[in-house]
């Protein structure tokens, strides 16, 4: 049912009231079997952006999904607090090209559905904000998968497109069964308050507010974004021990994990690792959560990452991040003087081919990106001075953050593409470019003050054993 594959300037002359279908980029039109020509849109690159050939292999990838071949199928995600909508290649398996089948008998199954097919092929996440609900915001995943493109990030954030569905559709092969599927679990309260309100709104889209963020602006369709983000959850020796429970008070716990305590630790980079996980251990759930061994290496690997999250936390105003951060195993090793890495088949040594003196690290994936971009969402990072405590970063980020805010400040070609290529709200676009200036404002001070130590680069400390510190120029805000 593909029909094209063409750049498209998807939306209106005008700015609308709220977010909308409103972006811009290489769009691929489908026909669902109701006649409504679906979209999916690989959204323009921001301008001095970083991406890789995988980026735009996977972006392809997303875009070539026909939501109705025979050979895919559809199931709700009845599981964790979020609704949303799994994409699978059944092409092998025991419902190999029986879509009907699988979505009848093997979605009921929640994550196991994957089991019985041949490969899990994207995520479905749309936008649900109504009351009972854990608050997602489609357009957020979009802003950190492009963002992270232009700092040229090490922590590793999901690619995303956007998509839009027949509504109709979704309501008859996705949201009732949702519906009924998650109303048999306790634990899912607020995924079943989601598929209630988006069942209630497909029949009646005036009821959900503001209409706009789910559907288009014919309403015959809802809006959403692709992704697909595999990975493992770390513990609490990054997503904090969270005892203090929700809000302010896990971000707090959330800064007394070892990484994030050398970050904080104003002392040479070998020194606040060190430190920093002697004081994390003194907690018995991350003790625990560490295991016997962690590397200078891998800790340096944690640092420069978790200082990239809280960088895009910050500006985007994430109110969701711990408990949210996972991982991907990966074994790293030097080979004729350069930095060589694989990614591991399993959690322990011995993987096969891989060089004997080979180090096991856990490299970060920032997946669940859904719950930023929103005026009304609690920013935790700037509310417990994540930023401000800060002793360690990386020169190049910070460079690329004081252009950023220039850019924004200036109404640059960033902020143009801000402003037009993500269907955000005009307020939420102003939210971005004065958090952008209050990070590069908060970093900008402790530059000047000499409180910056611009170390972490882990490629050079896995292979010397240390850093010498880049000599970086403040510069001007």
């Known amino acids: 049912m593909l029909r094209t594959a063409a750049f498209a300037l998807v939306g209106l002359a005008l700015k609308p009231a709220f977010a909308t279908d409103a972006v811009l980029g290489n769009a691929t039109d489908y026909s669902s079997p109701n006649g409504i020509t679906e979209r999916c849109i690989q959204i323009a690159q921001i301008p001095n952006g970083t991406y890789s050939k995988d980026d735009t292999k996977d972006e392809a990838a997303f875009c070539a999904l026909d939501f109705y071949a025979a050979d895919i199928a559809l199931c709700p995600k009845t599981w964790s607090t979020s609704p949303g909508m799994m994409v699978y290649d059944i092409t092998d398996g025991p419902y190999a090209n029986d879509r009907t089948a699988f979505e009848r008998n093997a979605c009921k199954e929640g994550k196991s559905a994957r089991d019985l097919a041949k490969d899990s092929l994207a995520k479905f996440k749309l936008t649900m904000n109504a009351e009972g609900t854990s608050g997602t915001y489609s357009a957020s995943s979009l802003l950190y998968y492009h963002f992270s493109r232009y700092f040229d990030m090490t922590v590793k954030v999901p690619v995303s497109v956007w998509r839009s569905m027949d509504a109709t559709m979704h309501t008859s092969e996705v949201a009732r069964p949702g519906l009924s599927l998650s109303g ?27 209409t706009d963020d789910i559907f288009t602006s014919d309403r015959k369709q809802i809006y959403g974004i692709l992704t697909l983000s595999p990975g493992h959850r770390y513990g609490s020796e990054i997503n904090g021990t969270r005892k203090s429970g929700w809000g302010k008070g896990q971000n707090l716990d959330f800064q007394e994990t070892p990484a994030f305590l050398a970050l904080r630790k104003d002392a040479p980079l070998v020194e606040a690792i060190d430190t920093g996980l002697a004081k994390g251990r003194r907690d018995s759930q991350i003790n625990r959560d560490l295991g016997p061994d962690v590397s200078r290496e891998q800790m340096v690997y944690w640092m420069r990452e978790l200082s990239e999250i809280v960088l895009l936390d910050f500006i985007f ?11 991907t195993p990966y074994y790293y090793w030097t080979e004729n003087g350069e930095l060589e890495h694989k990614k591991a088949k399993h959690h322990e040594i011995n993987d096969g081919d891989i060089p004997s003196g080979a180090i096991l690290l856990r490299r970060t994936n920032l997946n669940d990106n859904d719950a930023g971009g929103r005026v009304a969402y609690a920013n935790f990072a700037k509310t417990t001075q994540m930023l401000e405590k800060l002793r360690h970063f990386d020169g190049k980020v910070y460079e690329r953050l004081i252009a950023l805010n220039q850019d924004l400040q200036s109404q640059g070609p960033i902020y143009d593409w801000l402003s037009t290529s993500l269907g955000l709200k ?6 971005v470019v004065k958090n952008t ?16 130590r611009f170390d972490l680069s882990p490629k050079v400390f896995f292979l010397n054993g240390e850093v010498s510190p880049d000599i970086v120029d403040c510069g001007a805000l």
């Open 317 to 327: 105003s994430q109110q969701d991040r711990v408990g949210n951060i996972d991982f």
């Open 437 to 452: 200036a209050l990070a590069a404002g908060i970093l900008h001070e402790s530059c000047l003050a000499n409180k910056l």
């Open 184 to 210: 048999h679990n306790r634990s899912a309260r607020m995924n079943y308050a989601g598929w209630k309100h988006l069942v209630d709104a497909e029949a009646n889209p005036s009821s959900y507010r503001p």
């Open 426 to 431: 005009d307020a939420e676009v102003s939210q």
